[in-house]
Nanobody
Framework: QVQLVESGGGLVQAGGSLRLSCAASGRTFGNTAMGWFRQAPGKEREFVGGISWSGYSTCHADSVKGRFTISRDNAKNTVYLQMNFLKPEDTAVYYC???????????????????WGQGTQVTVSS
């Protein structure tokens, strides 16, 4: 069982930055792929970034590529999402997700993940 708790969301002006954190519990954190998704009001949840268990493989949605970076620190059981050059269209609830361990690779689909956090709100003002 993996439990996930996101933090770091908030209100920021366009062009600003935020760093989201996802703290995971469970002994198998370092043995599973992780990801970030987001959901804006009235829209479906969409993929933002994914990272392999080792951290060597990452992937990002085209809409955030070059602006957002996913990373992880297995010693701290934490996954991060660094968000730079934020735009109003980035406004959403951001969710951390974990695959059932053991797993590897960069996973992009909602159905790839078995565990979800409660989400953290990110609001970007114009």
């Amino acid at each position: 069982q993996v439990q996930l708790v996101e933090s770091g969301g908030g209100l920021v002006q366009a062009g600003g930055s935020l760093r989201l954190s996802c703290a995971a519990s469970g002994r198998t954190f370092g043995n599973t792929a992780m990801g970030w998704f987001r959901q804006a009001p009235g829209k479906e949840r969409e993929f933002v970034g994914g990272i392999s268990w080792s951290g060597y493989s990452t992937c990002h949605a085209d809409s955030v590529k070059g602006r957002f970076t996913i990373s992880r620190d297995n010693a701290k059981n934490t996954v991060y999402l660094q968000m730079n050059f934020l735009k109003p269209e980035d406004t959403a609830v951001y969710y951390c997700a974990a695959d059932r361990p053991p797993s590897t690779g960069c996973l992009r689909s909602l159905s790839d993940y078995d565990y979800w956090g409660q989400g953290t709100q990110v609001t970007v003002s114009s």
